[in-house]
């Protein structure tokens, strides 16, 4: 069940990754196209301010957040003692990061963005696997 939930925290995190580079792509064709007087982009999800947070892109975020779990699942380093308690607060403070922008998506926005769903339940799932694993999942490593 171990290595299982390993390899499931391990693809979540690196499709994570997938994901949020093509939001950072999309994001940055379109301050292109708005830097070029495209008005058909004004008001695109991207390019709002509620995309970012302390004024870096949420993509940009995302990739430096799962890129990191991906690397500290794939080497088993988030089962250690010493790392089991800063991949829990990391994928909660990130779920909860997912909370506020799909709030700012969903009543502040009033729009809809299918990648920004996908990525937000990604990381539900992903703070599962970590959570699961934490909490007895892997008792034998202590």
């Known amino acids: 069940m171990g290595m299982l939930l390993t390899a499931i925290r391990s693809l979540l995190a ?10 950072l792509a999309s994001t940055r064709q379109l ?13 695109a999800v991207g390019l709002s301010p509620q995309s970012r947070l302390f004024q870096i892109p949420n993509p940009l975020i995302a990739i430096v957040y799962f890129a990191t779990i991906t690397f500290l699942s794939a080497s088993g380093l988030v089962d250690k003692k010493i790392f089991r308690p800063v991949a829990l607060v990391a994928a909660w403070v990130s779920l909860s990061s997912s909370g506020y ?5 969903w ?16 990381n539900l799932a992903l703070t599962l696997a970590i959570t699961a694993r934490a909490a007895g999942g892997n008792r034998s490593r202590r």
């Open 14 to 23: 690196l499709e994570g990754v997938v994901m949020s580079r093509r939001a």
């Open 31 to 43: 301050e292109k196209r708005r830097e070029n007087g495209d008005q058909s982009v004004k008001d």
């Open 107 to 122: 009543f502040v926005m009033k729009r809809n963005c299918p990648l920004c769903i996908r990525t937000h339940t990604l």
């Open 101 to 105: 922008f799909l709030f700012q998506l």
